[in-house]
């Protein structure tokens, strides 16, 4: 199983959010520009994370998103349902049956065994997703307790900021420079 990049732009679009100053939400266009994708497909995915209850939409005019939970209380998997759905790695298109169909008794249990093998191997990947909480991942990028808070919607952003763009990144897809 692959993640999509719907996955890999929703778990950005947390980690924005989780280092964004308490109070003030990020804007759309600013979480937009910092994506790079298309506007449409950003609501999309804004609409997914709202609707899993991990991030919260605020209307008018300073208005935006902000986690709706703090970042200790937000898994992978979470991240991962909400933007692809439950895990489900082998769906039983029937094929053994199919296939077998004159042994009906042994197809049955060879079926039975390869759809206990998946559910356990979905379960136990589920199990370790649900144990990697957002701030154990940004705190493990920076080795510091406190996540490091700044003002996405600033335009200026100080090399230091940067640095936490570029840490963010590598931590969550695993491509370090």
Known sequence: ????????????????????????PIS????????GGSQTYLRKIMRKLVVA????????NNGGFTLARDAKDI?????????EGKIETYPNYGFFDRVFREFKQDTKKATAVI??????????????????????????????????????????????????????VENVTGNHK
């Open 75 to 83: 898994n992978l998997l979470e991240i991962v349902e909400a933007t």
């Open 115 to 168: 759809n206990n093998v998946f559910t356990e191997a979905d379960k136990r990947w589920a199990d370790y997703l649900e144990s990697q909480t957002v701030y154990q991942l940004i705190s493990a990028t920076f080795g510091e307790s406190e996540i490091p808070l700044i003002n996405w919607n600033e335009e200026d952003i100080s090399g230091q900021h940067k640095l936490i763009i570029q840490k963010i």
């Open 53 to 60: 209850g991990l991030v919260k939409s605020i209307s008018g």
């Open 28 to 35: 759309s266009q600013v979480i937009n520009a910092r994506l």
């Open 1 to 24: 199983m692959q993640l999509t990049k719907g996955f890999e732009q929703a778990a950005c679009i947390i980690s924005l959010l989780a280092t964004q100053n308490r109070g003030v």
